[in-house]
C-alpha cells in the first residue's frame, strides 16, 4: 500500500453577487454597504464609465467631498461632454468607499466615455419599472413607493427581491397589450451627457425629435432597447475580465433595471462580442468635478434625478431621531425668515408625523408626512412658506469639492489657486460680495471676476447693492458657483493656461474680427481696464482708432461715445494710463458733431427715438468728462441741429431741453420755441413729439414753469375729439414717464389756475444765499474726503 499524499480539497467555485439599486438612494446605500460587509467581495464592479477606472484613486484623497461628478469630455469640443454624478448617499459611491477603504479591488464596467460620447443617443428603455411596481402596491406615486419600502429602511436581503421583480417586469409584453403608445426613457440612467456646458442633458433623454424616431429592436415586445442591451453586454464583458482575472467573490452594483441581466450565469461571450461590435469611439478626457444637490434633482433635467437629495442626504448621514433633527432645522429656517416658530411648534410637528406614518401604515415617517406636518404645524398652511423649505431643504443647495491634485486644465489649476489666494469659495447658493476697490486684494477680486466673465465662465455677476455706494470705488457682485461651470472653464482653456493670458487672447481674438464695430471695441476696451488686461490696452486703443476711421455711421460713434469716456473715468480712478484714449475720445467727437446734422434728419419715429436714446448717454458722458472744449463743441452742435426744420420733433424737443440744462437757450428761449412748436403749420402728432422729447420725464418742469405749463395746457384744449384721440397713446407715454408725485403737482396747479402755478414758480425760485453756502461746503468736504 503506497503512502499517497492526500488529495487537496476542491476549490469552491467563484461567487458573483449583483446588487441592483437605485442611483442616489439612501435606503439603497446603506443596503449595499450592509450587503457588502456580509459578502466581504474580493473584486467590485460599479456602473459608470469604465475608462473612469484611474480616477478611483482620488475618492478618498484629501479635499474630496461629494456631491462629485465624474466629467468626459471631448477634447477637441469640451461642450460635448457627459457627467456621473455621485452624492454621499449614492449606492455606488458607498461602494467606491467600502472597495477604497478595505483595500478592495474595484472598477467601473459600463460603456466607456470614449463610446458614450461617440454614440449617437440611443432611445431609452420601454418602461418605468417604478411606475409599474407602485402600481401593483397600491401606490399612484413611485417617488413614495420607494422611498416608503427602500429608503426608509436597510436591509440587506431586498437585493434578491428587487432583482426577481424586475426579471417579472423585464418579460416581453403580450402582443394583444401592445399599441401605439408612447415609449418612455430609462428611468435609472446611470449618466448625464451634456451637449451644452449650460444644459447637461441625461444619456437616456432625448429631444421630441429623437423620440419620434425611435424603434423597438425587437417585434415580440420587448422592453429594452438597443442602447441598454449594449451597456449590459459590456457590463457582462467587463465581469468575465474579472472573473479570468481572479476574483473569486465578484459584487457588481448597477442600476436595479439592469440586475437581471447580470445575475446568474453569464454564458457565452460571443453573443455580447457581436453586440458591441463596430460601435464608435472618440477621444475622451475625464475628471472629477463638484456637482451640487439641485443638479441631482429631477427638476434640473438629470435623467436620474430625485425629487428630494437634500432630505436623502438628511436620512442617510442623521441616523439618530432623524425626523426630529429635520424639523428642528426646518424651524431654524422659518426663524431666520423672522418667523414665530417655538420648540413647542417642533415637538407637535414631530408627533403628527409619527401619527401620520401609523395611519398610512409606514414605518417610519417619510417625506410626505413630514411635509404634511410642516404645512400644518410650522407654515400654519402657508404653500409660500413650504415651497420656501423645499428649495432649502428638501433640494438643498450642498456643493462638493474635488482635490486640488485631481486631473485638470491648466486653466483650472490657476482658478483654484487664485480662489484660495483671494478667499473666494466656491459656493452652490448665491452670494452678495461688496469690493471696495480702495483695497488691494478687493481690486485683485474684481479683476478675477471681470476676466473670468470676459472668458464666459459667470462664477459672478455685477449686481446692485444695498450698501450705500461710494462711486466708482465700489462693485458689487452675486456669486454663484453652478456645475456646469466646469465645462466652461475646459471649453476656455483653448484661450490660454492662465486667467488673464486667456482673457487677453480671446478678448484680442474679439476685437480682430473684420466685422467689429466701434461699439464693440470700445466695449472691449472698458473691460480689459475692467479686467486690469493692461498689456492688452494698447493694441485695443490701436484697433479702435482703426475701426473708428474707417466707419461713417454717426449712430455707431454715438454708441462707442460713452463707452471710451468710461474707461478715461475708470483709468483715472483706478490708475491706469489711458492717455491715448483722450485722443480717440477727441477724434470721435469732431466726426461726432460734423455728421450730426445729417444723421438726425430724414428719420422716422422709431428710429428718432433711438437716435434720441444715443443723443442722451452721449450728453451725460461729455458733461461727466468736465472738459471745457469738448462740451462747448458738443452743445454747439446741438444747437446748429435743434435749429434746423427736417429733424423730428422728438429729437429737436430733446435738444432744446438739453440746451436748456446747459444754459444755452434761457427760460425766454425756451418758451418761445415751446409755443412755435405748437403753433399753427404742425400736427397734433408732430406738436406730441416734440412736447414727449422735451419733457422726457421731467414732470417737474411743468410743476415750476408756469408758462411751459400754460402752453400745454392751451394746446391740449385746442384739440378736437379727432386729433386728441390721434395723439393720446404719445400723450399717455409722455406723461405716464412722470412720477406720481408729479402728476398730482400738475393736476393741483392746473387746478389752482396760473396765479397758483406762478406762485408755485415764484417761491421755488426764491433761494437763501446763506444756507445755500452752507451746503455747497459740506458737499465739497465729502467730496474731498471720499477721494
Known sequence: ????????????????????????????????????????????????????????????????????ALLAYAPDTPAHAAFWPFAVFSPEWQALRYAVDNGVA????????????????????????????????????????????????????????????????????????????????????????????????????????????????????????????????????????????????????CGAWHAPALAGKLGPAVADARLLKGLPKTKATLTWVPWSHSRLADASGYGAGITSPGWYHHLFTETDRPIARWLTKVAGRLRAQDLPVSSAHIIESVRLADTLAVLRERPLPGLSEVTDATRAVLCDGDESLLRLIGADLVVGE??????????????????????????LKQQAHEQLLDLDLRKDREVARSHLLHRLRLLGIDWGTPTSSEVRSTGTFRETWALRWEPQLSIAVVEASRWGTTIAAAARAKLLDVVADEGATVET????????????????????????????????????????????????????VRGTDVGALARVADGLLIRICAGLAGAVTGLDTDAAIAVRTLLDAAHLAIATRD?????????????????????????????????????????????????????????????????????????????????????????????????????????????????????RAIAQALRGGARTAAHTATASAEHDAERGALALTAALDILVVAR
Not at 446605500?29 to 467590485?44: Q, T, W
Not at 430733446?654 to 405748437?678: H, K, Y
Open 1 to 68: 500500500m503506497n503512502d499517497a499524499d492526500p488529495c487537496p480539497p476542491a476549490e469552491d467555485p467563484p461567487e458573483t453577487r449583483v446588487f441592483g439599486i437605485r442611483h442616489h438612494g439612501p435606503g439603497s446605500a446603506r443596503s449595499v454597504r450592509l450587503a457588502l460587509e456580509r459578502f466581504r467581495p474580493d473584486a467590485i464592479l460599479i456602473e459608470g464609465p469604465a475608462d473612469a477606472d484611474p480616477l478611483i484613486g482620488y475618492v478618498a484623497a484629501d479635499g474630496m467631498a461629494p456631491p462629485v
Open 106 to 253: 474595484v472598477g467601473f464596467c459600463d460603456l466607456p466615455a470614449t463610446m458614450v460620447l461617440a454614440a449617437d443617443a440611443g432611445p431609452g428603455d420601454r418602461t418605468d419599472p417604478l411606475a409599474e411596481l407602485a402600481a401593483a402596491a397600491g401606490y399612484d406615486d413611485p417617488e413614495r413607493w420607494w422611498d416608503a419600502v427602500i429608503e426608509s429602511t436597510a436591509d440587506a436581503d431586498i437585493f434578491d427581491a428587487l432583482t426577481e421583480a424586475m426579471t417579472a417586469l423585464r418579460e416581453p409584453v403580450p402582443e394583444a397589450m401592445l399599441g401605439p403608445t408612447a415609449i418612455p426613457a430609462d428611468p435609472l440612467p446611470p449618466h448625464a451627457p451634456a451637449d451644452t456646458p449650460l444644459d447637461p442633458n441625461p444619456g437616456d433623454q432625448r429631444s421630441e425629435a429623437a423620440d419620434a424616431a425611435r424603434e423597438p429592436v425587437h417585434d415580440n415586445g420587448s422592453r429594452i432597447d438597443l442602447h441598454t442591451l449594449r451597456r449590459e453586454a459590456y457590463m457582462r464583458q467587463v465581469m468575465r475580465q474579472a472573473l479570468k482575472g481572479g476574483a473569486r467573490r465578484l459584487a457588481v452594483v
Open 398 to 423: 450642498a456643493l462638493g469639492s474635488v482635490p486640488d491634485d485631481a486631473p485638470t486644465v491648466p486653466l483650472d489649476a490657476d482658478l483654484r489657486a487664485q480662489a484660495r489666494t483671494l478667499r
Open 521 to 572: 471695441v470700445g466695449r472691449a476696451l472698458e473691460s480689459a481696464l475692467l479686467a486690469a488686461l493692461d498689456d492688452a490696452i494698447e493694441g485695443l486703443v490701436a484697433r479702435l482708432e482703426s475701426v473708428a476711421a474707417l466707419d461713417h455711421d454717426v449712430t455707431h460713434l454715438l454708441a462707442a461715445l460713452p463707452g471710451v469716456i468710461r474707461t478715461l473715468r475708470y483709468g483715472d
Open 627 to 743: 472738459d471745457a472744449h469738448a462740451t462747448g463743441t458738443w452743445l454747439a452742435a446741438l444747437r446748429a441741429s435743434a435749429d434746423r426744420t427736417d429733424v423730428h420733433g422728438a429729437l429737436v424737443g430733446r435738444m432744446v431741453r438739453l440746451l436748456c440744462d446747459a444754459g444755452i437757450f434761457d427760460d425766454a428761449e425756451a418758451a418761445r420755441r415751446v409755443s412755435a412748436a405748437l403753433s399753427i403749420g404742425h400736427s397734433p402728432a408732430e406738436k406730441a413729439a416734440w412736447i414727449d422729447g422735451f419733457l422726457g420725464g421731467r414732470g417737474l418742469l411743468l410743476v415750476h414753469d408756469a408758462e411751459l405749463l400754460g402752453l400745454v395746457d392751451t394746446w391740449l384744449r385746442s384739440l378736437d375729439d379727432d386729433q386728441f384721440t390721434a395723439t393720446l397713446p404719445l400723450l399717455r407715454r409722455t406723461f405716464g414717464s412722470f412720477e406720481a408725485g408729479e402728476r
